[in-house]
């Protein structure tokens, strides 16, 4: 069993908790994710590592309450603990070599983007990093990204605080007036990385996306996270539990992900509802 030592809710769709897990803490990188259960009978599901406390042996993890695993993880308290919490899996953000990056995270996705930022502050490289949500109420994240980026661009899509619009605005901004990255990363939903990645290809830069398909035993064994990807003109795949869950953003096809994402919606939806009403009723 694993103990929730802190929780914090973020905003009413977001909720951050701090997990007891010293071997996790001890060895997890930014990018890398866990693979958690709230109870004996629950799901598995993939939530990413949002920053390690090895002293303390704590594993920051934060969620958006969208399913039924979600939402009964976030009836858990302070004091009370989940039952597995298996990491860190996946392959680490790669670092080496690069100077200057812009980290582009959209919604939840900024609970991902933000310990790349930090870890790319340690090195001493210069992060730019543009972070949008679709109104001022589910902006999560500010203060810390804003300590670890020497410019911060802040977006809503509603214009109900900081600047109006989506985040390939200001990254179209600053590729046309003449600014150059080593590297682009971007976290969020797909359709956002989809044209962050459009946005960025006639300039050359390239980019890395983080992707979070549906995922099951996080081995490569099951399949479920599977991805299409588009390299010398031959479509191959790849898994994002083992082989990501970065990616050239260039090779993946979007369209499929995006597709594939979409197929259990139904099921989780009626799953929330279930479990909502199990509370209410309890």
Do not use: W
């Amino acid at each position: 069993m694993y103990k929730i030592v802190r929780k914090k809710v973020l905003n009413p769709t977001v909720t951050q908790m701090e997990i007891e897990a010293p071997l996790v803490a001890a060895k997890a990188k930014p990018g890398q994710f866990i693979i958690l259960r709230v109870n004996e009978a629950g799901e598995r599901i993939p939530l990413t590592v949002a920053g390690t406390n090895p002293e303390e042996g704590t594993v920051k993890i934060i969620f958006q309450v969208v399913g039924a695993t979600t939402e009964l993880l976030n009836h858990k308290n302070e004091g009370e603990s989940i039952q597995d919490f298996v990491g860190p899996l996946g392959v680490a953000t790669h670092t080496e070599g690069i100077k200057k990056v812009c980290i582009i995270g959209g919604g939840v996705g900024c609970a991902i983007a933000m310990p790349v930022a930090q870890e790319f502050h340690r090195l001493g490289a210069e992060v730019t990093s543009i972070i949008g949500f679709r109104s001022k109420d589910l902006l999560i994240l500010e203060d810390e990204f804003r300590a670890c980026s020497d410019r911060l661009i802040v977006m809503t899509d509603d214009g109900s605080y900081a600047r109006r619009g989506n985040v390939t605005v200001p990254l179209k901004e600053m590729l046309e007036a003449g600014e150059t990255f080593d590297t682009i990363i971007t976290i969020g939903p797909l359709i956002m990385m989809k044209f962050v990645t459009l946005t960025a290809k006639p300039f050359g830069v390239p980019v890395t996306a983080s992707m979070n398909p549906i995922m099951i035993d996080g081995t490569g064994m099951c399949g479920g996270c599977r991805l299409t990807l588009n390299q010398d003109g031959k479509r191959v795949t790849r898994f994002a539990c083992v082989d990501g869950p970065d990616f050239n953003a260039y090779e993946i096809d979007f369209d499929e992900a995006m597709s594939r994402g979409r197929m259990y919606f139904g099921y989780e939806r009626r799953a929330h509802e279930e479990v909502c009403n199990l509370f209410k009723n309890a």
